[in-house]
């Protein structure tokens, strides 16, 4: 428990970092880095769908930092990076079918029977 509560303060710590870094200098706001760092989509509130597909795009898997991913960022992930089907929390059926036409289709499966 203790160190859940470390990782979130030190995630805190790192996005007040950024975003005074972006402050200083807009050339290196959160959303703009987000290009080369996917992974800092987590500490964006409400991403748009532009910077969604950016930070897919750079590393598939953070989609699991995005909720409620648009068909088309869902897509994105899964076209680069078929496992990335596990961190979709809720894949529309298109997505699912380009899982199961890459081979990926039994994550689901196995993502399910764990969840419940």
């Not at 200083?24 to 910077?51: A, C």
């Not at 894949?91 to 899982?99: I, W």
Request: hydrophobic content about 30%; overall charge positive; aromatic content about 6%.
């Amino acid at each position: 428990m203790e160190k859940t509560t470390n990782n979130v303060m030190e995630n805190n710590e790192l996005k007040n970092i950024l975003i005074k870094i972006g402050e200083t200098n807009p050339k290196y706001t959160l959303e703009k880095q987000v290009y080369n760092n996917g992974k800092l989509i987590e500490f964006i509130d409400k991403p748009s769908e532009k910077i969604q597909l950016a930070a897919v795009k750079e590393k598939p898997s953070t989609i699991r930092f995005i909720e409620n991913p648009s068909e088309r960022v869902q897509l994105a992930a899964v076209k680069l990076w078929g496992t990335s089907i596990i961190d979709i929390k809720n894949p529309t059926q298109k997505v699912k079918q380009l899982a199961k036409s890459k081979g990926y289709y039994y994550l689901l499966n196995k993502q399910h029977n764990e969840n419940n």
